[in-house]
């Protein structure tokens, strides 16, 4: 049973455009979402998260929406660059009992 | 990175043979996790740690143990390691889960033949 879901495997954008990448969740628990980027051989990295009792959070060129009686967010990211090719995972938490991760999104951003 | 250092890289083994993965930190955080990521399903959590000698397991603990007799050093021992355990294992420590503030290592890849 799929907690966190991201239902889009690939997701390819033109340089410069909006990157949105988007994520479900059934768990009602979840008290934080975050977004992690990973390129191959490495560790995810921490991008930005969300308090459930928030509804948009931004950090620059990224931006996180929370829309809690859809149990969905969205990851934003304008405008994308090269750098930004990677794969994206979301995930949640309740308290400090560790992060749930969807499957992961491969975002690939074409010059 | 951070101050979290997984070892070894790189590990290959037979069938049947106990393995144990290190993660050792120099943050001082309190709470630990150890990951695994395979093809198809993310990274999901095998156990964690909320202190010394406090440990709690994870949604893939079968197979696995954990130690941590040191705030610094987090063990991750396959009693038994079976080719289902082939696998790119994560360690992440944190100082306010939930928050965001997890920070991952650079991972280990193991594989059992």
Same mark, same amino acid.
């Given at each position: 049973?799929?907690?966190?879901?991201?239902?889009?495997?690939?997701?390819? =954008?033109?340089?410069?455009?909006?990157?949105?990448?988007?994520?479900?969740?059934?768990?009602?628990?979840?008290?934080?979402?975050?977004?992690?980027?990973?390129?191959?051989?490495?560790?995810?990295?921490?991008? #930005?998260?969300?308090?459930?009792?928030? %509804?948009?959070?931004? %950090?620059?060129?990224?931006?996180?929406?929370?829309?809690?009686?859809?149990?969905?967010?969205?990851?934003?990211? =304008?405008?994308?660059?090269?750098? %930004?090719?990677?794969?994206?995972?979301?995930?949640?938490? =309740?308290?400090? %009992?560790?992060?749930?991760?969807?499957?992961?999104?491969?975002?690939? #951003?074409?010059? | /990175?951070?101050?979290?250092? !997984?070892?070894?890289?790189?590990?290959?083994? *037979?069938?049947?043979?106990?393995?144990?993965?290190?993660?050792? !930190?120099? *943050?001082?955080?309190?709470?630990?996790?150890?990951?695994? !990521? /395979?093809?198809?399903?993310?990274?999901?959590?095998?156990?964690?740690?909320?202190?010394?000698? /406090?440990?709690?397991?994870? *949604?893939?603990?079968?197979?696995?143990? &954990?130690?941590?007799?040191?705030? *610094?050093? +987090?063990?991750?021992?396959?009693?038994?390691?079976?080719?289902?355990?082939?696998? &790119?294992?994560?360690?992440?420590?944190?100082?306010?889960?939930?928050?965001?503030?997890?920070? +991952?290592?650079?991972?280990?890849?193991?594989?059992?033949?």
């Amino acid at each position: 049973d799929q907690q966190v879901k991201q239902n889009s495997p690939s997701l390819s =954008v033109q340089e410069g455009r909006i990157s949105i990448l988007n994520c479900d969740y059934t768990n009602s628990m979840f008290d934080y979402f975050l977004w992690y980027k990973k390129y191959p051989a490495e560790g995810p990295t921490f991008l #930005i998260s969300i308090s459930s009792i928030k %509804d948009k959070n931004e %950090d620059g060129r990224f931006t996180v929406f929370l829309n809690k009686s859809a149990k969905h967010l969205s990851l934003h990211i =304008v405008p994308s660059q090269p750098g %930004d090719s990677a794969v994206y995972f979301c995930a949640a938490s =309740v308290s400090a %009992d560790g992060l749930t991760f969807g499957k992961g999104t491969h975002l690939i #951003i074409q010059p | /990175d951070a101050g979290i250092t !997984q070892s070894p890289r790189h590990k290959v083994t *037979e069938t049947g043979t106990p393995v144990t993965l290190r993660c050792h !930190q120099t *943050e001082n955080h309190r709470y630990m996790y150890w990951y695994r !990521q /395979d093809p198809g399903h993310g990274l999901r959590l095998i156990h964690y740690s909320y202190g010394v000698k /406090d440990t709690d397991k994870g *949604e893939v603990s079968d197979g696995y143990s &954990v130690s941590r007799s040191k705030t *610094e050093d +987090f063990l991750l021992t396959l009693e038994s390691a079976t080719s289902s355990q082939t696998s &790119v294992y994560f360690c992440a420590i944190s100082e306010r889960p939930g928050t965001g503030g997890y920070t +991952f290592g650079s991972g280990t890849r193991l594989t059992v033949v």
